[in-house]
């Protein structure tokens, strides 16, 4: 019972409102990103319905094959929801804005990205922005200077965070089962050759004759994969450190393969305290006023 205790206070640790209303404003900046240069298959494939193969999830809603209509009325939802959110977040609009943001951001972006998978493959680098963008508004209504702290608050915010987490995990699971559960065969594999043959750039034809080098790298990044979970027993102070490694490696993939993973980056922000970021930007331009006035006094 004690330990039952101990995991739902872990997963219902209150946070302050403050760190979820900016995690709703970049997951949803990252969303719009998304559906206009990244995830395109639902404006592109607009005019060629015969291409869309709905996806478990896209058939049991009933998606019909989307049109150039359809998915120009989605990204519009997705910008006004974003729109709204931002604007919802500051102290005087009523609580309507930001609701009504959250819930058409989310149900618009979760829509987008359930064509766009039927017109191609699941990406799992879209698993925790889906989720962030149905369950943040699930925190109430939460203002830029509000620090007062919530369970709800940090019970959307932990789901964030498991779901970035499961992102990696569930890529060891899949390398597993696709080599009979033995992780030491992709651990030596040619995985980066093949990679660097299907993706050439300048960068990479550089390294695709090192072999040793490449499987340091894919060991290096299975571990990374496997010790992920580990953030959540590093302390809040120093999660920065975390999140800034997690994005070297995406960086890293980005130059080495042109692979983003821009939509799990996003969700890292779950992670970190942007109330504390905030006050203290806040602090320094007031200080900054402050100089001058002294002066000319």
Same mark, same amino acid.
């Given at each position: 019972?004690?330990?039952?205790?101990?995991?739902?206070?872990?997963?219902?640790?209150?946070?302050?409102?403050?760190?979820?209303?900016?995690?709703?404003?970049?997951?949803?900046?990252?969303?719009?990103? +998304?559906?206009?240069?990244?995830?395109?298959?639902?404006?592109?494939?607009?005019?060629?319905?015969?291409?869309?193969?709905?996806?478990?999830?896209?058939?049991?809603?009933?998606?019909?094959?989307?049109?150039?209509?359809?998915?120009?009325?989605?990204?519009?939802?997705?910008?006004?929801?974003?729109?709204?959110?931002?604007?919802?977040?500051?102290?005087?609009?009523?609580?309507?804005?930001?609701?009504?943001?959250?819930?058409?951001?989310?149900?618009?972006?979760?829509?987008?990205?359930?064509?766009?998978?039927?017109?191609?493959?699941?990406?799992?680098?879209?698993?925790?922005?889906?989720?962030?963008?149905?369950?943040?508004?699930?925190?109430?209504?939460?203002?830029?200077? +509000?620090?007062?702290?919530?369970?709800?608050?940090?019970?959307?915010?932990?789901?964030?965070?498991?779901?970035?987490?499961?992102?990696?995990?569930?890529?060891?699971?899949?390398?597993?089962?696709?080599?009979?559960?033995?992780?030491?065969?992709?651990?030596?594999?040619?995985?980066?050759?093949?990679?660097?043959?299907?993706?050439?750039?300048?960068?990479?034809?550089?390294?695709?004759?090192?072999?040793?080098?490449?499987?340091?790298?894919?060991?290096?990044?299975?571990?990374?994969?496997?010790?992920?979970?580990?953030?959540?027993?590093?302390?809040?102070?120093?999660?920065?450190?975390?999140?800034?490694?997690?994005?070297?490696?995406?960086?890293?993939?980005?130059?080495?393969?042109?692979?983003?993973?821009?939509?799990?980056?996003?969700?890292?922000?779950?992670?970190?305290?942007?109330?504390?970021?905030?006050?203290?930007?806040?602090?320094?331009?007031?200080?900054?006023?402050?100089?001058?006035?002294?002066?000319?006094?």
């Amino acid at each position: 019972m004690n330990a039952l205790r101990a995991v739902i206070g872990w997963l219902v640790a209150p946070v302050p409102r403050a760190r979820v209303a900016w995690v709703r404003v970049i997951i949803g900046t990252v969303a719009l990103i +998304d559906a206009l240069f990244l995830l395109r298959s639902p404006r592109d494939r607009g005019s060629t319905p015969e291409f869309y193969d709905p996806i478990p999830v896209a058939a049991a809603l009933g998606l019909p094959a989307p049109t150039t209509v359809i998915a120009l009325s989605l990204l519009v939802g997705i910008a006004t929801g974003l729109v709204l959110l931002i604007l919802g977040a500051r102290d005087r609009p009523p609580a309507s804005v930001q609701v009504t943001g959250g819930l058409l951001l989310g149900a618009c972006y979760t829509t987008w990205c359930l064509y766009g998978m039927s017109f191609g493959y699941v990406a799992h680098d879209h698993m925790a922005i889906v989720l962030a963008t149905l369950l943040l508004p699930t925190a109430g209504i939460c203002r830029y200077r +509000d620090r007062t702290p919530t369970e709800a608050a940090g019970w959307a915010l932990r789901v964030v965070q498991i779901f970035t987490v499961a992102t990696y995990t569930g890529s060891v699971l899949a390398k597993a089962v696709l080599n009979d559960w033995d992780l030491a065969r992709w651990g030596n594999s040619g995985t980066l050759v093949w990679a660097f043959l299907r993706r050439p750039s300048p960068v990479n034809e550089l390294l695709i004759e090192q072999a040793t080098l490449l499987r340091i790298f894919q060991w290096g990044a299975l571990a990374m994969e496997l010790l992920a979970p580990l953030v959540f027993f590093v302390r809040e102070r120093w999660r920065w450190l975390v999140v800034l490694f997690f994005l070297g490696f995406h960086a890293s993939t980005l130059v080495l393969l042109g692979i983003h993973f821009l939509p799990t980056v996003a969700c890292w922000s779950a992670f970190l305290p942007w109330e504390r970021y905030a006050a203290w930007l806040a602090e320094r331009r007031r200080l900054r006023s402050a100089v001058p006035a002294r002066a000319a006094s």
